[in-house]
Every structure is written in structure tokens, then in C-alpha cells.
């Protein structure tokens, strides 16, 4: 191949420098770290919560299910595109 095949014909625009928005910074992961170590591992008045939610025939609302489930319809089905 010649050598003038490789050049360009024209002028040559520099090509846009667009922001790289997948980096992370590891100040906020460290920020993270530590607010998740100063939390207490078992919260007694969530679990209590919960106990009160589980005994309840009434819980979660007819409402409550509908709307869950017409979310879950709605959804795309993610297995099935191709990547």
C-alpha cells in the first residue's frame, strides 16, 4: 500500500472529547463503607415490623398486589434480548 492511500484528502477535524461517565470514585465507596459499618447489623424495630406485616391475613392490600403485579407485566423481559 502506498503511503499517500493512508493520508486524508481533506482538512482533518479533531474528533469531540466527550466526559467519561463511568468513573467511580472511591472517596464515595470509602464514605459508604464506613456509614454501613457504623450501622447495627440486626435493627430490632424492623424485624418487629416485619412480624407485625407477616402475621397480618390482611397484608399486603388487594391494592397493594395489583399494582406489583401490573408493574411485573409491564417489565420488559430482560432475558430475552440479546446483548
Excluded: H, W
Aim: glycine share 4%; hydrophobic share 40%.
Amino acid at each position: 500500500m502506498r503511503p499517500e492511500a493512508l493520508t486524508p484528502a481533506g482538512p482533518v477535524s479533531p474528533r469531540p472529547q466527550f466526559p467519561r461517565a463511568d468513573r467511580i470514585s472511591t472517596e464515595g465507596a470509602a464514605f459508604l463503607r464506613a456509614e454501613l459499618i457504623r450501622q447495627p447489623e440486626i435493627r430490632p424495630e424492623v424485624v418487629a415490623r416485619g412480624r407485625e406485616l407477616a402475621a397480618d391475613p390482611s397484608y399486603p392490600s388487594p391494592a397493594i398486589i395489583s399494582r406489583l403485579a401490573q408493574g411485573i407485566l409491564a417489565a420488559p423481559d430482560l432475558s430475552t434480548e440479546e446483548s
